[in-house]
């Protein structure tokens, strides 16, 4: 995977293997490219479209942000 680092955004592949109706396998190879935010940027962006973050979590079972490898935000619009 490649990156570039100055605009923030990653370039992973999604490979499948898809296998025909007779048995023949083919390998897709989907290019992506991802946008990644930092902690205050997503901070920064929620709050000044005004929105209030009511809770934050790392991951989905709701261990805290800083614990995660996760950046979940519930919040309300103000």
Same mark, same amino acid.
């Given at each position: 995977?490649t =990156? /570039?680092v100055?605009?923030?955004?990653?370039?992973p *592949? +999604?490979i499948?293997? $898809?296998?025909?109706? /007779?048995?023949v396998?083919? !390998?897709?190879i #989907? %290019?992506?490219? +991802? !946008?990644?935010?930092?902690?205050? =940027? $997503?901070r920064?962006l929620?709050?000044?479209?005004? &929105?209030k973050?009511? #809770? #934050?979590?790392?991951?989905? /079972?709701?261990? %805290?942000?800083?614990?995660? %490898? #996760?950046?979940? &935000?519930?919040? !309300? !619009? *103000?």
């Amino acid at each position: 995977m490649t =990156q /570039d680092v100055e605009n923030q955004i990653i370039y992973p *592949e +999604l490979i499948y293997y $898809v296998t025909n109706q /007779d048995g023949v396998e083919e !390998k897709i190879i #989907e %290019p992506l490219a +991802l !946008k990644y935010y930092y902690e205050e =940027q $997503v901070r920064n962006l929620l709050q000044s479209n005004g &929105f209030k973050i009511v #809770e #934050e979590m790392g991951y989905y /079972d709701r261990r %805290p942000i800083s614990e995660g %490898p #996760e950046l979940i &935000f519930i919040c !309300k !619009k *103000e």
